[in-house]
């Protein structure tokens, strides 16, 4: 009784939050989170990225290029097969609770279950590894890669797609599976 009280309390504390979020909306910030979540618009970041890959690993790119792309298929496919498909939480604008609650723009709401966010696990992943691999010689974009991460977790929950639950859980995803391709790969990246 007193776990199903916690989880009970836990979700209470979700939905609040997930509806003060999405609640507090406008016509600009509308705009604005529905551009952060379009995959599309951060294009010019990635290949930002590998610009600085490239400048700083030269022709030993391969490697740092490995991680970004194993970590962000994993984590993506974790998050689908492993957590969505399993837990099968609905979205919050999904859920019949609280569906008309719930703020959406453009009428997107996208899959039917949300746990874990695959756009927060995906971004984690990249943001994670751009941390491991740019740590030493490019300290400056780490901020950018944390600001990248949170903009796009943030958009989620205010677009109602998404829990602050999935979205932390999602980060948590990512992050770790980084973490772990960094461990297997990383004596081939680290700089001499």
Known sequence: MIILGFIESLESIDRKILLAINGAHSNFWDAFMYGMSNKFIWIPLYLFFLFFLWKTYGKRVFWPVALFLLAVITADMISVHLFKNVFQR????HNLEIRDLIHLINGKCGGKYGFVSSHAANTAAI???GILVFYKRTKWLIPILI????LNCYSRVYLGVHYPSDVAAGILLGSTIAVLWWLVIRKKIQLQ
Not at 90 to 93: D, E, S
């Open 90 to 93: 609905y979205r919050p604008c």
């Open 127 to 129: 943001a994670t590894a």
């Open 147 to 150: 600001i990248y991460t949170l």
